[in-house]
């Protein structure tokens, strides 16, 4: 791929803006710096598109992120991740939260484009959400995060969340589980289904129909309701392992066996989603799929930069990141009662 500003910017070690202005104007350069500057932009190739120099040398650029829901810890390291790789590349970022209220967020997207951000990043309150499709003519680059129509032809990063269910199904199967349940808004979320496609594809060699247990959301309150219900079967009755949506489900059910007396993973075994910093502080560290979340954030960032700064020549590109499996206390075999072939 050819150089960017941002490759010139890192290779010189200086700020974005700090090229902009040798480029532009670089009497505001200090001699020594636009040496390096110019060192870098030889060896390195950089060719500026007019799309490069379309704003004032030496303004901070600036990228919006529109986050569907800052109360959900996942998008709060997205944030995290986002901040950082922009604050090493010299970018500033407006964030902006959305409260899973769709008229909110294009009230917020709106007012990015008025504060004239170069470009947005955004985890929609849909994924779905046509209305985005305004952005191709108002000349607005973006860039999907996480949540996204896959045969959309904008950028997007996401995680393999087909993968990731499949790694949890396959683990609980290992550990001789028959007799297992999947916790989620099915119907209502992608990514939770996708989930449940992957679950289901682990289980399928052994023949295994997962019981359905579908809630409104995905919050903690959520998965204690879904506890709350199963608590009210006979024990015998009960799955022998649960997989939930996310790890907020996770805990939910977690805090809710606990209030009751059912032990786990002596009774229930149960996996989670998302690897938040909470799955390995609960009082039974919880076995999920970890999600890379922060570098859901940073990959957004050069993302973005990359269609700022190519213009016309980007080319729109999907990333979709490999989860992994973080076994931990939560899950164990089932009960050598329940065990059937």
């Known amino acids: 791929m050819m150089a960017t500003i941002h490759d010139v910017a890192r290779h010189a070690g200086v700020s974005a803006g700090t090229v902009s202005n040798v480029l532009n104007r670089p009497a505001y350069v200090a001699s020594s ?55 090493s590349l010299g970018v500033g970022v407006v964030i902006t939260h959305n409260g899973n209220d ?17 470009g947005i990043m955004i985890a929609p309150v849909q994924a779905d959400d ?17 949540r996204v129509a896959e045969q959309s032809s904008r950028c997007w990063v996401k995680t393999d969340d087909f993968a990731g269910g499949r790694l949890a199904g396959a683990h609980l199967v290992s550990l001789g589980h028959r007799d297992v349940a999947f916790v989620g808004d099915l119907g209502t979320n992608p990514q939770v289904d996708r ?36 608590a009210m079967l006979p024990a015998r009755s009960r799955p022998t392992a649960i997989m939930c949506g996310n790890d907020l489900l996770a805990l939910g ?46 990959r957004a960032v050069r993302m973005l930069l990359d269609e700022i700064d190519r213009g016309e020549s980007h080319t729109h590109h999907h990333d979709l990141l490999v989860p992994e499996l973080v076994v931990r206390d939560s899950s ?9 072939a």
Do not use: C
């Open 102 to 118: 769709v008229g909110r967020e294009h009230d917020n997207l709106n007012l990015l484009v008025q504060q004239r951000v170069h």
């Open 332 to 340: 164990a075999a089932p009960p050598s009662s329940r065990l059937s």
């Open 33 to 87: 710096t636009r040496e390096r500057v110019q060192a870098s932009i030889s060896e390195l190739g950089y060719v500026p598109t007019p799309n490069a120099r379309r704003f004032p040398a030496g303004r901070q650029r600036t990228l919006g992120l529109a986050l569907a829901d800052l109360s959900n810890p996942f998008f709060v390291d997205v944030a995290l991740g986002a901040e950082a790789e922009a604050k």
């Open 195 to 230: 989930r449940f496609a992957g679950f289901m594809e682990a289980l399928s060699p052994v023949r295994i129909d997962p019981r359905r247990i579908v809630t409104d959301s995905w919050q903690i309150q959520d998965g204690r309701q879904a506890a709350a219900n199963l």
């Open 130 to 146: 046509v209305a985005l499709d305004r952005f191709d003519s108002r000349n607005v680059p973006l860039v999907y995060v996480d």
């Open 253 to 298: 059910v977690l805090l809710e066996f606990a209030h009751r007396g059912i032990r786990v993973p002596q009774e229930i075994s149960i996996v989670g989603f998302d690897d938040l910093v909470w799955a390995q502080a609960a009082t039974i560290p919880l076995t999920t799929v970890l999600q890379p979340r922060e570098e859901l954030g940073r």
